[in-house]
């Protein structure tokens, strides 16, 4: 069982969201399956569950096999409403200032002569990222992601490493490295920096847009700070 005194009272309303989201889908679902579908413990989707139980948000039956049914209630329907909307406004602020960085950094890579980069963590800063170049001439080669080595980001192959993407970008290799990673931003920028001198690039071609806010501030390729 999750222990509900463990999080703050309003949870985290991304997870609620996604709990509303799935028993509005299928009002059946077991808790298994949702914590499969959120990508958390069992225990935490069990005390998500119970809180929104609480707050009175779902309504629980139960039905044969002894098995529970949830149901979103009035008050629930409303709650998925607001945070939807709430998450919508997130996300579009995101993008908004994601693509303003990523344009600025890219109009400094072309100004110094860069025509080649990677781009290193998959996901929606990455997406943004590959959009944003298509304004200048820098080409975006590939994704730098491990765990995601195989598939395909923004339309571009993702490689397991640094040296997969030094042979994508051919005899030129490539000019630089652009962080698109959310995760752990200041890690993989660090690492990154000095992965990238031990490959022959010059440290100062790991470069960041400022809504990572990488500290302490690093020297970008132009020699402006990334803010």
Known sequence: MGDESQLPETGNPSIVLS???????????????????????????NTYLRRCVRKGLIKMSQVPLNRYAYYLTPQGFAEKSRLTAEYLAVSFDFFRHSRSDCVALFRQCEALGWRKVALYGAGDLAEIAVLSASDTAVEVICVIDSRLAGRRSGGLPIVADLAAALTCGGAGGIDGIILTDTQSPQASFDSLSSLAELSGLPRHSVVAPSVLRISPVTAAISGEPVL
């Open 19 to 45: 709990v509303l989201t799935s028993i509005e889908r299928d009002s059946t679902i077991t808790q298994r399956k949702l914590a499969s579908e959120l990508g958390i413990a069992l225990g935490l989707a």
